[in-house]
């Protein structure tokens, strides 16, 4: 049986450590920004809720 190596690049291999420490950051922000969309619809939900603005209807 014949062995096979195949090398698969890392990404440090073609991305200097400065531009993916800028990408983890960028990743890192668009993440809470993400968090900052959820927390803000709860909250508004909440209001909502607490004003008794939400009605409840049956579907049959």
């Known amino acids: 049986m014949k062995e096979v190596k195949i090398k ?8 200097s450590e ?4 800028h990408f983890m950051n960028a990743y890192r922000e668009f993440l809470l ?3 900052e969309l ?3 619809a709860i ?3 909440i209001e ?3 004003k008794g603005e939400v009605k409840k209807i049956e579907i049959e």
């Open 48 to 50: 909502v809720e607490k």
């Open 38 to 40: 959820v927390d803000f």
């Open 18 to 21: 400065k531009a993916l420490l």
């Open 43 to 45: 909250e508004k939900a």
């Open 8 to 15: 698969v690049p890392e990404p440090k291999d073609f991305v």
């Open 33 to 35: 920004g993400i968090k």
